[in-house]
């Protein structure tokens, strides 16, 4: 054998003998692989285990649809719309930057904050809540969910969306919830574990992309959706009020402004109305709009203080027949001096009435310190002032009283006869005038309706006796007649009583009265009706025209007012009204009051008297084109309001008289034709 022949043998038994050891090598490898596949397989592994359960096994959360929020006569004022949000499993998506591109074209999102997500390493991340059908489109167009390659990169997640149907509508009652359905602010948040309901934790498996496939059924059915909430609150009022605010503001050009109206004998909120204002269903608003100023912001209340003030003095034994010295316009007290809101007024003795009447101050203040310090603000303590109401509501202040046993110097206690001094709350102010109307009750004001949802219920409370009640009821009507202080809040054909209050705000920067910035305010209620209302109406900061409530926060109280009666055809007592045209009649309805045998007399009914008695007036030689008698008018000046009404007894005339006293001018003047029908004004002086 050659030595080419010998190289060759012996390079075939080296091919062959590492062929075999390769063999070998395959075939141990198959072995262990077949082995670790039925470890792995068969036998199982309890790390390889806990690691596949972590990867496609998860407790998911089941959440439920949020309550319905409905105001009193069941108007949806929150619900729940079904919309999707986008997520994204980013340990799936390749070519980040492109995919990042696209989604930030789609959804205007700024293309780092993209990228930041889906280079995140979790399994699950939101790309953008509450998708819109207008992003959904604009993401199509990007190949989402249509180009096959890119199908399954993103998907979308149903979710329950919180809507408020009416927009701004109670929005200061409602409050607001999170973006997860979480409430946060108003009544969302006191109630919110209501209003969610309950979420379980229910065990599930998940795709690749972290999706849930397959859920437990039996414990997702265990969650339940939130429970339905009533208010107190009338929607269709609610919406009347808002609009005569908002406008009531702009035309004066406050700082804002609040409406509140509340029924006297349950405490239930039928109105709750501040502006600026704000809509829920949008975020991006400004946090000082967003405040509850009834609830949430402190004021001094002005004149309207003064009737409370009065009631003390009542309810410490005082005569109705006392009366307090006004100064004749000035009191010096510890050095200063004390005046009345206007130079010219010059009163000197007043009775309890006319001091709420024509809202002297020089007078309040002498009577505040007859009273005394303890027994006024034992008074206004039992009214509820320097606490909170507890109508279960967030951010509600408590306001500021000085201590019953406080020493307080005669400066202060002056002030505070006129509402100066001491902090208080619109809710607290309207609490107090209700116990004026409802026989002296302090009730617990609410705004949800039912009972046993409510955290804070509180019985009545007797704070005042019904004769007291019964003459500040009196006095207050006599500022809305032309001699008080608020005839602008005058309704036709109701009795209205109340009080305005103008009160200066402290500077934070002087630390002193502006002499800018004013809050104007006006609280009251129309008598002998059902339901008993009160409104309290406030005007913050007017720049343009009066900044006196009587000029801003009293007209928008009748209008408000006027509001409630026609929601709720209330319907005045007409004679009670008519008597009121003037002290002559309001003193012959008291009279009338305290003897129901007296003669019962009024402008209406003799207005609508048709008998046959023989007329006073001489009848005219024709008829007019109508065929009407034509009577000549006779002289009624120097006489008193009931011989002009009993000389022209018999007549259908609509007849006005203004003033008290006795009849100074007339029209028709004496000798003009008149007829069935006309209207004849009569001017009354003293």
């Known amino acids: 054998m050659s030595r080419s022949e010998d190289q060759t043998t012996a390079f075939t038994k080296r091919a062959v003998f590492r062929l075999h050891i390769v063999l070998l090598l395959a075939l141990a490898l198959a072995v262990g692989v077949s082995y670790k596949a039925f470890v792995i397989q068969i036998v199982g592994n309890d790390r390889l285990k806990t690691l596949a359960q972590k990867q496609f096994h998860s407790n998911i959360l089941v959440s439920p649809s949020r309550g319905i929020i409905y105001d009193r006569g069941g108007e949806p004022l929150a619900t729940n719309i079904s919309v999707s949000s986008l997520a994204v499993n980013p340990n799936k998506v390749k070519n980040k930057k492109e995919i990042a591109k696209k989604i930030s074209r789609a959804l205007k999102i700024p293309v780092n904050r993209v990228l930041k997500k889906i280079t995140n390493k ?10 819109t059908e207008k992003e959904f489109i604009a993401l199509k167009k990007q190949g989402f969910f249509v180009d096959k390659k890119m199908q399954n990169l993103l998907w979308l997640v149903k979710e329950s969306q919180r809507t408020y149907p009416h927009g701004e509508l109670a929005s200061h009652v409602l409050g607001d919830v999170n973006i997860d359905s979480v409430g946060i602010e108003g009544i969302e948040l006191v109630k919110n574990s209501h209003l969610r309901g309950e979420v379980v934790s229910v065990a599930g498996i998940k795709d690749a992309f972290g999706r849930a496939t397959f859920i437990d059924a039996k414990k997702a059915s265990l969650s339940k959706n939130g429970n339905q909430l009533y208010l107190t609150i009338d929607a269709s009022l609610q919406f009347e009020a808002e609009k005569l605010l908002k406008t009531a503001v702009k035309e004066v050009k406050a700082r804002s402004g609040s409406v509140v109206v509340m029924d006297a004998e349950t405490g239930e909120i039928l109105v709750m109305a501040n502006y600026p204002t704000f809509d829920p269903g949008k975020k991006a608003v400004n946090v000082a709009n967003r405040r509850n100023r009834i609830l949430t912001d402190g004021f001094e209340p002005g004149s309207t203080i003064k009737p409370l003030l009065v009631a003390s003095a009542l309810s410490s034994g005082w005569s109705t027949k006392k009366n307090v010295w006004a100064g004749n316009g000035k009191v010096k007290i510890q050095g200063r001096t004390i005046s009345e809101a206007e130079s010219h007024e010059k009163f000197k003795w007043l009775s309890l009435k006319d001091i709420i009447q024509v809202s002297s101050n020089v007078a309040a203040a002498n009577l505040a310190l007859e009273i005394g310090s ?4 034992s008074t206004l303590s039992d009214f509820g002032f320097g606490k909170k109401t507890k109508i ?6 408590s306001g500021w009283l000085p201590k019953s046993n406080a020493k307080i110097q005669p400066l202060s206690l002056a002030t505070m006869g006129f509402g100066q001094g001491f902090v208080v709350s619109a809710l607290q102010v309207v609490r107090a005038y209700a116990a004026i109307l409802n026989g002296g009750w302090l009730v617990q004001p609410h705004l949800i309706k039912n009972d046993e949802l409510r955290t804070n219920i509180h019985r009545p409370k007797k704070v005042l006796n019904q004769d007291v009640t019964n003459y500040i009821q009196n006095a207050l009507l006599s500022v809305t007649q032309q001699e008080g202080t608020a005839h602008q809040a005058r309704l036709d054909g109701f009795r209205v009583a109340g009080k305005t209050g103008t009160a200066q705000v402290v500077d934070p920067k002087t ?17 002998d009706v059902e339901p008993k209302l009160v409104t309290l109406t406030v005007i913050d900061g007017a720049k343009k025209g009066s900044y006196y409530a009587s000029q801003n926060a009293a007209p928008l109280f009748k209008k408000v007012l006027s509001a409630a009666v026609n929601h709720f ?7 009670k009204a008519e008597l009121l045209r003037s002290k002559k009649l309001i003193s012959q309805w008291e009279k009338q009051e305290q003897n129901k045998d007296q003669v019962k007399w009024t402008l209406s009914s003799v207005l609508n008297k048709k008998d046959k008695r023989i007329s006073r007036l001489k009848r005219f030689k024709y008829t007019n084109k109508n065929g009407q008698s034509v009577w000549i008018m006779p002289n009624l000046k120097g006489i008193s309001i009931r011989e002009a009404l009993k000389l022209l007894e018999g007549h259908d005339f609509a007849i006005e008289a203004k003033g008290f006293g006795f009849v100074a001018s007339q029209f028709p003047r004496e000798g003009m034709k008149i007829a069935d029908k006309q209207k004849v004004k009569l001017y009354l002086k003293e």
Request: aromatic share 18%; proline share 2%.
């Open 569 to 575: 055809d209330l319907k005045g007592d007409v004679k």
């Open 392 to 397: 279960d509501f967030p951010g509600e202040i």
């Open 374 to 377: 303890e027994k006024f603000i």
């Open 511 to 527: 630390k002193k009265y502006s002499k800018t910035r004013y809050i104007s305010s006006f609280v009251g209620f129309a008598l």
């Open 122 to 131: 979790r399994e699950f991340v939101w790309i953008k809540r509450h998708v």
